[in-house]
């Protein structure tokens, strides 16, 4: 499924190629995210046009709404959201951390309160599984325990005794045709629960391996420091999927580390708030000083809204509550993002990524306004 292609002399950066049920994946890659099986303000064409490679969609979510006898009805989550390109689905575990509220975690799965109508609802490894195989993904996530990066070491232990149980559970259920399935390694900032937890699901052979628990509040130190803990221990052959995270530089950090996917709400989220995001970092377009900018968002950038809008105009959009304003932003950061996937991906082919990794982390300047967004994402993802 997963084929290493090059690896950076330098940092652990790795081009690779994950050939899926729908298409062939060049990674490192950036999923977009289509919780409810629609990227945000963004239509298939456009996710075309911009080189989406791949899409994420949610296992509670769809169960929720529309359905899974709709979704069945359809012929599965590609027919039914017309997408011909891979698809990766979330396992459910994300909401045992967001939802806290309206949840209840047991041995065997988690009872839920509907965030819609506070109706029962039961989701364990055979169950969220089952969810996944009807909506067809290419790439489904074990069912898995998520706990707050805060949790007391007792509980971040419990959590992996539970991932690694129920990652055991969800791999002998039955699948979709063609479907792979990756673990989720799990273990806070523990070190020793981080390698537990890993090299028990690397003995389970799955198809590839994400790091979960990361980008759930915690300090960016304490993310890096996670990845850092788990990546040793996972297989060199298999994908490795950092989930729920980051800003552009957080991303280019981790391909340095080793980490081959992504998937982050914050390029559409932010948009609907008037943020942008460049190269450089992120800047607020409703502001005063733009009112008179007849300059793209980014200068050089190809993306749609780049090419025909300017930043008063957008300016404009934005502070009257025009839906064209907070779409086009949507397209532009969803442009960067992939963007600097592809980049990424030349450099490292060309072997010159140590290089792009040094020049844009001194030239990216971090912002507060991601910063608050990154931690308010809650459940969108």
């Known amino acids: 499924m997963f084929e290493l292609l090059k690896t950076d002399t330098h940092t652990k950066a790795r081009l690779g190629r994950l050939t899926t049920a729908h298409g062939v994946i060049e990674t490192p890659v950036f999923m977009?995210?289509?919780?409810?099986?629609?990227?945000?303000?963004?239509?298939?064409?456009?996710?075309?046009?911009?080189?989406?490679?791949?899409?994420?969609?949610?296992?509670?979510?769809?169960?929720?709404?529309?359905?899974?006898?709709?979704i069945r009805a359809a012929g599965g989550l590609h027919s039914f959201m017309n997408w011909d390109r891979p698809i990766l689905t979330d396992?459910?575990?994300?909401?045992?951390?967001?939802?806290a509220k309206i949840r209840k975690v047991k041995e065997h799965g988690v009872e839920f309160r509907s965030h819609l109508d506070g109706s029962l609802l039961f989701i364990g490894p055979k169950e969220s599984m089952e969810i996944q195989r009807v909506l067809g993904s290419d790439i489904a996530m074990v069912f898995d325990e998520c706990p707050p990066h805060d949790a007391p070491a007792s509980e971040q232990r419990l959590a992996v005794e539970r991932t690694i149980r129920w990652a055991l559970e969800c791999r002998t259920q039955p699948r979709a045709a063609g479907q792979k399935v990756f673990g989720i390694v799990q273990g806070g900032s523990d070190a020793a629960l981080r390698e537990q937890c890993a090299k028990a699901l690397v003995e389970m052979d799955f198809d590839g391996y994400a790091i979960g628990g990361v980008s759930v509040g915690e300090p960016e130190p304490e993310m890096m420091r996670a990845i850092e803990l788990a990546e040793p221990h996972l297989p060199a052959h298999k994908a490795r999927y950092a989930m729920g995270l980051g800003t552009p530089a957080q991303m280019i950090e981790l391909i340095a580390r080793g980490v081959d996917m992504f998937d982050c709400v914050l390029p559409t989220r932010i948009a609907r708030t008037g943020t942008a995001v460049t190269h450089t970092g992120a800047f607020g377009l409703k502001g005063a000083s733009y009112k008179t900018d007849f300059g793209p968002i980014e200068e050089g950038c190809e993306c749609y809204a780049c090419r025909t809008f300017t930043r008063a105009y957008l300016r404009h959009l934005l502070r009257a509550n025009e839906i064209l304003g907070l779409r086009m932003v949507s397209v532009h950061n969803s442009h960067l993002y992939l963007k600097v996937m592809a980049e990424v991906r030349a450099a490292i082919a060309a072997g010159t990524f140590a290089e792009y990794h040094r020049h844009f982390i001194a030239h990216y300047k971090p912002s507060q306004k991601i910063l608050a967004a990154r931690k308010a994402a809650g459940d969108e993802r």
């Open 32 to 70: 977009p995210v289509g919780t409810q099986a629609s990227v945000k303000a963004l239509d298939p064409r456009e996710l075309h046009e911009m080189g989406t490679q791949i899409l994420l969609g949610n296992t509670y979510h769809l169960n929720l709404r529309p359905g899974l006898e709709v």
């Open 91 to 99: 396992s459910g575990g994300f909401q045992v951390f967001s939802l």
